[in-house]
């Protein structure tokens, strides 16, 4: 199973990025996407989830400001940030379970690479 995540970048407090995650090789009828991110010295967090059944899961911080799809495809993820702030900045990460979702790292067995995001003030 691989995951290809994409779309970072730098951007302006308050802009918007929009991350896509795209996984191949996986098989199961129901699985769940994540997006978590990870500053320098922060662990790794959980930011938003979504199942194949349209489940969607966001991490207080982000509430109003991100929105997450499936772009109507299997396997597939978009994560929309809008309102971004210097706070953001992170590396993000999509994973991918075959249950449903977790804020735990450990509840994913597939990771994408990152993908920096930097929010400038």
């Known amino acids: 199973v691989q995951l290809q995540a994409y779309g970072g970048g730098l951007v302006q407090a308050g802009g918007s990025l929009r991350l896509s995650c795209a996984a191949s090789?996986?098989?199961?009828?129901?699985?769940?996407i994540g997006w978590f991110r990870q500053a320098p010295g922060k662990e790794r967090e959980g930011v938003s989830c979504?199942?194949?059944?349209?489940?969607?899961t966001f991490a207080d911080s982000v509430k109003g400001r991100f929105t997450i799809s499936d772009d109507n495809g299997r396997y597939t993820a978009s994560l929309q940030m809008n309102n971004l702030q210097p706070e953001d900045t992170a590396v993000y990460y999509c994973?991918?379970?075959?249950?449903?979702?977790?804020?735990?790292?450990?509840?994913?067995?597939?990771w994408g690479q990152g993908t920096q995001v930097t929010v400038s003030s």
């Open positions: 994973a991918l379970s075959g249950f449903k979702c977790s804020d735990n790292v450990r509840g994913y067995a597939y």
């Open positions: 979504i199942t194949s059944n349209g489940f969607r």
């Open positions: 090789g996986f098989t199961g009828t129901y699985y769940s």
